[in-house]
Structure formats: structure tokens, C-alpha cells
């Protein structure tokens, strides 16, 4: 997986996006062109999230998305959905952006996650271990002197 964005900070972290590239293998698969119906995920998304800003607010969103005609479920090939497709409500929304510990200070942080979106913490929940970021960033493997193993 490609990495952009990347810029290196003072405390020997870095911060990067993953480029996703995806790749159609006709055999392996169905028709791309094939049409499914899917959740209209930000939709659902939006109009969980509009329960918490107020009722006056959310009825706004609610008469928005209702002249708007969104959907609930949506209707799309495989293809859109898989290697994507407009959708106003997303508007550009970019992956979530990763920092990581570089190894500078020392190997056994390295490849681990510093932040997410600029956060030290999942706002998710109130409190730990549910809402600590104890992880590794995904593509990178510990090096063997921490392991003490190849990689199999």
C-alpha cells in the first residue's frame, strides 16, 4: 500500500495517508457491472449522528435529507461500489490519517500508532482499555531484533 501525505514531526513520528489501490481480476469475481443494493452508509451515519446535536437541528437535517431524496439503501454495480462513487453526502471525505512511531527513539514503537485524525484516543468511548490506540499501523511488520524471528 502506497503512503501519501507524509510529513515528519519533531517527536520522531510521522503522519501519512494510505493511497488504496484496488485491482478488477474478472475471473475471481462476478460481473462488475452487476447491481446490488447496499446500506447508504452515509446516510445511516449522518442520521445517527444528528440525534446528538439537538432536536431543532436534527429535524433540519432530517427535512434537508428527505427533499433530497436520499435513500436508505442505494442501488449500485459492484464496481461503484467497490472502486467508488459520487456521493454528495461524503463530499470528498479523505481516509483517516495515521501517525506513527518511527523507530528513532527506539525499535520497539516502531510501525505502532501514535494518533489517528491528530487523536491519542478513540472518541468513541469514555474510557480505557476501550478507548486507547494500542496498535500497529497494519502494513508494517516488527523488526526481527524485537520478534526474534523471520517473518514466515
Known sequence: MEKTNIKF???YTVT???KKILQFVPELSV???QRIVTPNIPLLTL??????LGYFLAKT???????AKYKPFIELTVDELVFGYDDTL???TLPEIQTIY????GMDK????????????LPFWKDPPCRNITASEGSLFPPREITGSDID
Open 9 to 11: 514531526h519533531d517527536n
Open 16 to 18: 501519512f495517508q494510505h
Open 31 to 33: 460481473d462488475k457491472n
Open 47 to 52: 442520521s445517527t449522528q444528528s440525534n446528538s
Open 61 to 67: 437535517i432530517s427535512l434537508m435529507l428527505t427533499a
Open 90 to 92: 461524503r463530499n470528498g
Open 102 to 105: 518511527t523507530g528513532h527513539t
Open 110 to 121: 516502531f510501525g505502532y500508532l501514535n494518533r489517528i485524525n491528530g487523536l491519542d484516543h
